[in-house]
């Protein structure tokens, strides 16, 4: 069985996966669609009981989900949040639907469900002590409204229907938080097995190629890679079995990690390879993060290794830059092994 030591790495940060982006159109579409619904149906005076508050809630609904929906698509999809909104979008979806609510002008309107929507849209997004805030807010919002719109005293508004739609609505609340709770962590363990070599703890070669291919998207982003092979780990293997050599990897990857700076990435190969990209690092500097790595594992694992090491040219795709420094690798194991070998920069082409 694979087993998960602690080894002292910093996974390997990614984009978000176009999945999310997918999923955070859908529900744009999803909630577009009910405040279009409602608008057409407060504007032919189906929704709303006077002209005023009709037109007023057609224009706070509509207006806001015509910037929600910019903002979702040209701000939030595209990496580049306002803080401020997205702070304060859940309180202003809460308030398009008391609106709604409000200017229709009947307490038993079906308008109050789309509370429930909410509860559980949101527990999607948000958990803990801010999903408890929130909830609570909605709770309120829907008891505020169901009050305002009952005609009578206080005592009388609190009849049957609103106790049932507020106990209906913090039940709600409850196994949406539990779900969302259940959701981030199933999604939180296949994103582990997804990312994550199940026996060294690094980020997987997959994980890694994701994440640099997305880096050097940017012809001008400087870095350099690190290309390292454990010598002689099949005789290892053999000498003292498999499982010494799982402890073997398992200890390499703890000293590269240990020994590796905060910016980064660190990533297990495949078989006895790792492979390390250093952002913002030449090629002189890359030597010297990879001759102290070799000395870290001569002295503290029970093998050596032999590195190779390139630095991006300017506009040169990942996969050139790591096949330059997979290179050299072998040069370095054909020549004496426990050894660091660099990769002369690629010929410019000729105009």
């Not at 910093?10 to 859908?26: G, I, K, M």
């Not at 698509?73 to 202003?92: M, Y």
């Not at 398009?96 to 509370?115: G, Q, R």
């Not at 609103?162 to 199933?186: C, E, H, K, Q, Y």
Request: with cysteine; proline share 5%.
């Amino acid at each position: 069985m694979p087993h998960y030591p602690l080894v002292e790495h910093r996974p390997v940060p990614t984009p978000p996966p176009a999945d999310r982006n997918h999923l955070e159109v859908q529900v744009l579409i999803l909630q577009c669609s009910i405040a279009a619904f409602y608008c057409v149906g407060a504007g032919l005076g189906y929704f709303a009981a006077e002209p005023a508050a009709r037109w007023a809630s057609v224009a706070w609904v509509g207006g806001y989900h015509l910037f929600h929906a910019w903002y979702i698509l040209f701000r939030r999809n595209r990496e580049r949040p306002w803080e401020l909104v997205e702070v304060i979008t859940p309180a202003l979806d809460v308030s398009c639907i008391t609106v709604a609510l409000l200017a229709h002008a009947d307490p038993n309107s079906a308008f109050w469900a789309i509370y429930l929507y909410a509860l559980v849209g949101y527990a999607r997004r948000i958990h803990g002590l801010a999903y408890a805030a929130l909830a609570s807010f909605i709770v309120a919002n829907l008891a505020t409204s169901r009050l305002l719109l009952s005609p009578g005293s206080f005592s009388s508004a609190v009849d049957a229907d609103f106790v049932t739609m507020i106990v209906v609505a913090v039940a709600m609340a409850a196994l949406a938080a539990a779900i969302g709770t259940a959701w981030r962590n199933a999604e939180r363990q296949a994103r582990a097995l997804a990312e994550v070599d199940p026996l060294t703890g690094l980020a997987n070669r997959r994980h890694f190629f994701e994440w640099l291919d997305t880096f050097a998207a940017d012809p001008d982003a400087q870095f350099a890679v690190l290309m390292l092979d454990l010598d002689d780990f099949k005789r290892l293997n053999d000498e003292h079995g498999h499982l010494f050599g799982d402890d073997v990897l398992t200890t390499v990857a703890t000293l590269l990690a240990r020994n590796t700076r905060a910016g980064d990435h660190v990533a297990r190969y495949g078989g006895e390879e790792f492979v390390i990209a250093l952002p913002g690092t030449g090629l002189r500097e890359a030597h010297r993060i990879a001759d102290r790595l070799r000395e870290a594992i001569f002295g503290q694992a029970a093998t050596t290794v032999s590195i190779g090491c390139a630095e991006r040219a300017p506009g040169e795709d990942a996969e050139s830059t790591i096949r330059r420094a997979d290179d050299v690798l072998l040069a370095a194991k054909r020549n004496g092994k426990n050894t660091v070998r660099t990769a002369k920069p690629p010929r410019p082409v000729a105009a």
